[in-house]
């Protein structure tokens, strides 16, 4: 043994890997709202009208189903639920593709601000804001930044009365977002910033994103005011906290996506006939339905586990959110795939809702760490070192 | 209804009445079946004391604290997976009396009489005959792939009784002796050039109508519920990160960092990823299971754990370089039990081929999930309707 490295087998935790009654009464009252006014067909035809999101179906998910506050505890006005309520309501909006901001405003901003000292005034009241669904928050970060730390330095500087100037690129939801929280270089080191989105000095410029239904924006700062947060290394927990929860809640939403493709194209090739059989009673897509199913059905055991890691605050965490993530990313893009493909020529079509779901898949394969990242953080947390 | 407190008292008595210090092992095996510990869900005087399944596992914590002796599980494997629920189930008061003490305790060793060369996966299709002569049955064919074989004192056995129905019905279920004339084991030497397997000729052996289990023609409804059980088995118990194969690829990147290159790393990560969610997926199902709630989860267990030991053996023969070019020993061999993990790269390398032909292949398990956990269309079958005789073969 020339690593000094311990394999990590003894101290695997136990996790609780099923759902429990009050998360099955939670995905219920999400699925029926989403059933209602955001199927894949509502949100296709959303999409022409260039809103940065669907206000309506947001306001009645974050407040009257509450789910805006699930990670805030009561006493700063939120529901003290946990990452394994929030990934039940992933795993619904991964099945409609809806565009509402809740992974960016409702798990990442929220855990950022969870992260500061929230005895203060200018940390709780934001914390509330969001909690009850007033206000859209965002992380101001790359969508694709990996928990871990960033790959490079961080764009934007704040000078000592807190004027920041730099820019962010592909922030999803900034269009949507009333408050940015603003990782920054400032003069004592690392720090996080609130900004407000309307402020002088903010411009968010939008581009066309590969996924039509998570909005990207470009954001600059040119001596805009921001309000100091945390500093030194509180900053760069609360941020790293964040993308952490992030990246494991985001597998639910993975695990959504490709039950949908699978669901879909389970019933599409049951139905469709051709050569006087129906599609799905021939062993070539039958296979490859069956192969699907059990990645399914594995991508959920994965992402369970990652939720259960995050509400517990296990040691695991980092490891059961990179096993989670490299896993579960491309179990989605591959069940969109399928979903395109064995869908025939309706599937390259506009129309059919397929390639929401592709696009989905594909640009949430990118965030918030690629599996390659997710690897390669793993080959540090489980001693398998690189060569 | 027995609970954990009172198996946890019943256990400290048979450990005060047997201390395995000074209890001879099979001694002790048979007053732990006859104190109703062995499976606790079995009935009274069967080894069981009709409680919840779930709470063996009490019984066999305190057990393996205080250093008793068990039953070596994997030494007969088929006897307490597949024979014993199924004698549970079909078999009459004597065969459950007379049998199932010998089976747990080991003393008599099981064997399954089911695969034949011309019928696989589409197992219904066997030719093995059984004809009746007054009160006994006297059977001639040949079957396959039996593990245990050369070990075992009984064997589960399907044959045809009739061949003028449609394959699936004109089959019984036995208890075969394999002390009996006629019974002749041909060990089938393998891949990895040892013989855990055997060919099992049956020539005139006869076997008494009341080693019949289920009724004359209804062996494949048997049959069902000792392959449904062979499945549950794989249920069991919780394994630890890094169990299995990938601890072993994982040990050797750790101790031979010359060998490691970044193909390879890339390749183990990935593998590695995907043993630690099979694993996952194994606990969540075992969790559904105590829950009550099983999913279809196990269906598709056989098929992650091939698809993972060939390409996790196969990667470790490759990271081994020179030493994945050698063998550790051709010697023909008689394991009496499958250890997936004992030898050399080599070795599981070649047996893991094994894991997705065996107990069906991994092509039929996908028709399976396809049609009974998706619900898709059957393919189409030519052989419903038709007598097993006019099949062509």
């Keep these: 043994m020339t690593d000094a490295t311990t394999p990590p087998g003894a101290t695997a935790p136990d996790p609780d890997l099923l759902y429990s009654e009050d998360e099955d009464a939670l995905r219920a009252a999400v699925r029926a709202l989403l059933a209602d006014r955001g199927d894949p067909a509502t949100v296709l035809a959303g999409l022409e009208s260039q809103a940065a999101y669907d ?17 805030v505890p009561e006493k700063l006005g939120g529901a003290g639920a946990t ?16 565009p509402v901001p809740y992974l960016t405003s409702a798990v990442l ?91 002088a000095g903010v411009r968010t410029d939008t581009v066309t994103p590969l996924d039509l239904t998570r909005p990207l924006g470009h954001l600059t700062f040119d001596g805009a005011h921001g309000r100091l947060l945390a500093v030194g290394d509180r900053a760069r927990a609360a ?65 369970r586990n990652a939720a259960d890691a995050l509400a517990t605050d296990s040691p695991d965490a980092p490891v059961a959110v990179a096993v989670a ?3 579960c990313a491309p179990v989605a893009v591959r069940a969109a795939q399928e979903c395109v493909q064995l869908h025939g020529g309706i599937g390259m079509t506009w129309e059919h809702p397929a390639h929401l779901f592709l696009k989905r898949a594909k640009s949430d394969e990118l965030a918030l760490g690629s599996p390659g990242r997710h690897r390669e953080a793993l080959a540090g947390l489980v001693g398998i070192a690189a060569p | ?65 205080a250093g008793a002796p068990d039953n070596d599980p994997g030494r007969i494997g088929i006897g307490l997976g597949m024979a014993a629920p199924t004698i549970l189930r079909f078999g009459t008061d004597e065969q459950k009396q007379r049998l199932l003490r010998p089976l747990w305790t080991g003393e008599e ?14 197992l219904a299709a066997l030719a093995t005959r059984a004809v009746r002569d007054g009160d006994t049955w006297i059977v001639d064919g040949q079957k396959v792939w039996t593990s245990s074989a050369h070990l075992a004192r009984w064997a589960i056995l399907i044959a045809r009784t009739d ?21 002749e084991v041909r060990p089938l030497r393998q891949i990895t050039g040892e013989a855990e397997f055997n060919e099992v000729f049956l020539t005139g052996v006869r076997i008494p109508d009341t080693q019949r289990l289920g009724a004359v023609g209804e062996g494949w409804k048997v049959a069902q519920t000792t392959l449904m059980n062979e499945r549950v088995a794989i249920g069991g118990a919780p394994i630890p990160r890094e169990g299995g194969m990938i601890g072993i690829a994982a040990a050797d990147w750790r101790a031979r960092p010359e060998l490691r290159t970044h193909d390879l790393h890339q390749r183990l990560l990935k593998l590695w990823v995907e043993a630690e969610v099979a694993r996952l997926t194994g606990e969540r199902l075992r969790q559904q299971l105590t829950m009550g709630q099983p999913g279809p989860e196990g269906s598709g267990m056989k098929l992650a754990f091939a698809r993972l030991a060939q390409e996790i053996s196969g990667w470790e023969v490759e990271f081994l370089a020179e030493d994945g070019l050698t063998y550790d020993d051709w010697t023909m061999r008689r394991p009496d039990r499958v250890d997936f993990t004992g030898r050399e790269a080599g070795y599981r390398y070649l047996r893991a081929k094994g894991n997705s032909i065996e107990g069906g292949t991994s092509e039929v398990l996908l028709n399976i999930v396809a049609e009974r956990v998706l619900g898709l269309p059957p393919e189409p079958r030519t052989d419903k309707d038709v007598a097993w005789k006019d099949l062509p073969r």
């Design chain 1, 55 to 71: 206000t309506g179906l947001w306001h009645s998910l974050a407040t009257e189903i509450g789910t805006a506050g699930l990670l």
């Design chain 1, 83 to 98: 990452a394994r309520e929030a990934a039940v309501v992933l795993e619904e909006l991964g099945r409609s593709v809806a």
């Design chain 1, 109 to 199: 901003a929220v855990t950022a601000l969870l992260g500061c000292d929230h005895d203060r005034a200018d940390t709780a009241a934001p914390l509330a804001a969001l909690a009850e669904g007033r206000t859209v928050g965002v992380l101001a970060v790359p969508l694709t930044t990996a928990p871990g730390g960033p790959s490079g330095p961080v764009s934007v500087r704040a000078d000592a009365n807190g004027a920041l100037t730099g820019r962010v690129t592909s922030v999803a939801d900034a269009a949507a977002a009333g408050l940015l929280l603003v990782p920054a270089e400032g003069p004592d080191g690392p720090a996080l910033y609130a900004v407000d989105a309307s402020a």
């Design chain 1, 239 to 303: 941020v790293d906290r964040a993308l952490l929860a992030g990246a494991g809640l985001l597998a639910s939403e993975q695990l959504g996506v490709a039950e949908w493709c699978l669901t879909e194209t389970v019933r599409h090739t049951a139905e469709r006939t051709q050569f006087g059989r129906p599609v799905g009673s021939f062993q070539a897509l039958k296979h490859r339905m069956a192969a699907l199913w059990l990645e399914v059905a594995s991508a959920r055991a994965a992402a």
């Design chain 1, 325 to 327: 993530q490299a896993y």
């Design chain 2, 1 to 65: 209804m027995t609970d954990a407190d009172d198996l946890r008292r019943r256990t400290a008595e048979l450990l005060a009445a047997h201390p395995p210090a000074s209890t001879d092992r099979l001694e002790f095996l048979r007053a732990r079946f006859d104190a109703g510990l062995a499976w606790v869900h079995f009935p009274e005087g069967l080894g069981g004391l009709d409680a919840p399944r779930a709470l063996q596992a009490v019984v066999d914590a305190e057990l393996e604290d």
């Design chain 2, 109 to 122: 060793v099981w064997c399954q009489l089911f695969s034949e060369p011309g019928a696989g996966s589409d």
């Design chain 2, 163 to 183: 061949p003028e129905v449609p394959k699936h019905r004109g089959i019984s279920y036995f208890v075969c002796d394999m002390t009996d004339p006629g019974v």
